[in-house]
């Protein structure tokens, strides 16, 4: 059983920046793609980042270029940073582990952007 942490959403105005962390525990895991995901009220959760293990990263073609996704293997913790941050990415961002063929989910941190 993998168990998820979330930390670092909270309120920032228009321009401003966040990181976000996500720790994971569990006994012997050995964690593969590492990921954060945001939805918005009334819209499908989807992609904002993600890394495998070895490192390789993938964005969304909107935060390219302000937002950078790192990870510790050692401490099992994936990061998201966060700049430049637009009202329109105000959502419950949500952090996503692979073990194998499984997924584990965090709890969603809330991330408000005012204008």
């Known amino acids: 059983q993998v168990q998820l942490v979330e930390s670092g959403g909270g309120l920032v105005q228009a321009g401003g920046s966040l990181r976000l962390s996500c720790a994971a525990s569990?006994?012997?895991?050995?964690?593969?793609?590492m990921g954060w995901y945001r939805q918005a009220p009334g819209q499908q959760r989807g992609l904002v980042a993600d890394i495998t293990r070895g490192g390789s990263t993938n964005y969304a073609d909107s935060v390219k270029g302000r937002f950078t996704i790192s990870r510790n293997n050692a401490k099992n913790t994936v990061y998201l940073q966060m700049n430049d941050l637009k009202p329109e990415e105000t959502a419950v961002y949500y952090c996503?582990?692979?073990?194998?063929?499984?997924?584990?989910w965090g709890q969603g941190t809330q991330v408000t952007v005012s204008s």
């Open positions: 996503k582990v692979t073990v194998l063929t499984w997924d584990y």
């Open positions: 569990g006994t012997g895991i050995r964690i593969d793609t």
